[in-house]
């Protein structure tokens, strides 16, 4: 089975512009999380989606934001970047949802200058 | 509102050593424990994940610990090696829902001196 896919795998933005980021699950999982790590802060939580609903969500701010599809690929969106928003943006995908088992993309390195 | 702490954040140890990581976690309310290990520039592995009604659970050279009422799980590794070496995370999902998604540990930084 394949795993979880993240596009693209970097990226560099300038501040004020937007970016958008996917995830594609394992097969058959019906949740995908997300998380910023930073070396300051370490993974935080940014939201979950399941069965094409937000049903968790971390505390960052509007700028933030996600959808999922009906085939469970889920982007996560940020606009007007900010030079914080420098990270590693992680995604992890699950049959049920937090808190079952939770397998993790590669990761998208996002750099803001 | 809950943390997880991980002690050490940093440890390197000559190959073949048998060790062990710490985790804590201030609320005791969890519905499981999830042990993963992150390379350099690399997304994570889950290693083993531990149910809030489990003690142990072990994979390979892998062994896990779980005290819910005090707050500490153990990760221990069996004969170690130069493969080992990375980053071990400790996550917690809390009890009635994912509301505050995984909360995790900053990690252990593992070298493992060949």
């Known amino acids: 089975k394949a795993g979880v896919t993240q596009t693209p795998r970097y990226l560099i933005k300038t501040r004020g512009q937007q970016v958008t980021l996917s995830c594609s699950p394992i097969s058959g999982h019906r949740s995908v999380s997300w998380y910023q790590q930073t070396p300051g802060q370490g993974l935080q939580f940014l939201f979950e989606?399941?069965?094409?609903?937000?049903?968790n969500k971390g505390n960052f701010p509007g700028r933030f934001s996600g959808r999922q599809f009906s085939n469970s690929r889920s982007e996560m969106n940020v606009s007007t970047l900010e030079l914080g928003d420098s990270a590693l943006y992680l995604c992890?995908?699950?049959?049920?949802?937090?808190?079952?088992?939770?397998?993790f993309g590669p990761g998208t390195r996002l750099t803001v200058t | 509102k809950q943390e997880v702490t991980q002690i050490p954040a940093a440890l390197s140890v000559p190959e073949g050593e048998n060790l062990v990581l710490n985790c804590s976690f201030t609320d005791s309310a969890i519905y499981n424990l999830q042990w993963f290990r992150q390379d350099p520039g690399k997304g994570l592995t889950s290693l083993l994940l531990i149910q809030s009604s489990q003690r142990e659970q072990t994979s390979g050279r892998l062994n896990a610990s779980l005290d819910k009422s005090s707050g500490r799980s153990t990760l221990y590794i069996a004969a170690s090696q130069p493969g080992d070496s990375a980053t071990y995370l400790c996550a917690v999902a809390r009890s009635g829902g994912g509301a505050d998604g995984l909360t995790f540990g900053k990690g252990t930084h593992l070298i493992i001196q060949p």
């Open positions: 989606y399941f069965s094409e609903t937000q049903r």
């Open positions: 992890a995908s699950s049959l049920g949802g937090i808190p079952y088992e939770q397998y």
